[in-house]
């Protein structure tokens, strides 16, 4: 069987290759001839994506990468991982998939799968891509052509998830077409769980991601009354863990980032208003998440007000880039808010990650584009006057900050049980 995966990124490099070892052939299409180029000499642009998994795949002729998409004619089924950003007013922008729908579709055969992957709201697949398919290849979903949804779930960074692992939900147009994708999967996963329909697992993505941010945004909320009651929400929340039931952990943060739990809630929102809908829940969270790096800057001036300074004139590192722990991934990181509100503040500031030694250029950060990690040795690090430890890589040596950094502010509780002077660490 031969397969083409359409977005070769987070999502759609993992999938490709999960499906290579299971024995499929898989071409994978992206327009960035950067990504083709590196995959086809065997290279990952991916830090948690090992280059050996993607050597091999490509040794055994199973996995390709390509820019033509006139090739998808190849496939029996095409799945579609592009992404799904805000525009500037935080309304969907689902032209990604209209995009590839548009290139795809004078290419459709009879008898091809299409799946989509991409996180958005529901009627996505059934309203917007079946119109772009059936118009621009004159044949008509559930009848000439098999169409479905089915969710990405992936956990970047995490050596435990695996994606044969996670189960995978999958919607169809048809009963037919639920029948042909659920077989796709089974190949490849080892639970596929069919829905009812495309709007329903669409749906249920979006579930999976506003759970997601309504609790980090509770304990964020609870972290700022905690703390003005001079109770520690870290202590709170790994007590309340140890009941077994009932209760799961999120953990309070610098602010949300990454390519979806900023984002895909407010699919809904729109989509819920051309239904006289609102959700409340959602506008609350991301209320809430969105002000944590402002949260986190005051906290900054009122350590460094401790020690007699103002943000102004200071010199501050944000520590920890990427929008999570122990990947090379800074879409949406609240680092960059906290970078952005303390310049504007007058302070001199850097940031140091392991995994971007620079910033490359993105649509959302140009102005920080260039900008290198600082050096991690006791005279750059002991040169500032605050380190905020935004995102705690398990690398970093946080016994070395201890004895180095003279103010830490710090958001993820990385110096639980560390030794520090009194007054050294401030957390937020
Ligand atoms: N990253 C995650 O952890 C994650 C998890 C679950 C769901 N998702 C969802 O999966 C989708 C993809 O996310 P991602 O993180 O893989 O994005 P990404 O930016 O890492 O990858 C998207 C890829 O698509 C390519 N691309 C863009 N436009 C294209 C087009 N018209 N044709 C072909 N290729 C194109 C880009 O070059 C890029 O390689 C999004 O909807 C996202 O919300 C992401």
Redesign the pocket.
Known sequence: MKIAI???????LPLSLQFARSGVTVLG????PA?VKSLNAGRSFIRHIRSAGVREQVAAGRFSASTDFARVREAEAVII????PLKQNREPDIS?IV??GK?VAPHLKKGTLIVL????YPGTTEEDLREVLEKGSDLRAGRDFHLAYS????D?GNPDSRVADIPKLVGGCTPACLKRAVALYRKAVKTVVPMSSCRAAEATKLLENIFRSVNIALVNELKVVYDAMGIDIWEVVNAAKTKPFGFMPFYPGPGLG???IP??PFYLTWKAREFGQNTRFIELAGEINTAMPQYVVERTAAALNSRQKSVSGSKILVLGLAYKANVDDDRESPGYHLLNLLKKRGAKVAYHDPFIPVIRPSREHSCWAGTKSTAWNRRAIGSFDAVIICTAHRTVNYRQLARWARLIVDTRNAMAGMKTQPGQVWMA
């Open positions: 359409i977005g070769l990124g987070y999502v759609g299409l992206d327009i960035d990504k991982c592009v992404p799904t990604y995009n590839t290139t992957e991409s996180t958005t969710p990405e779930r992936e970047p990454g390519h979806c984002i895909d």
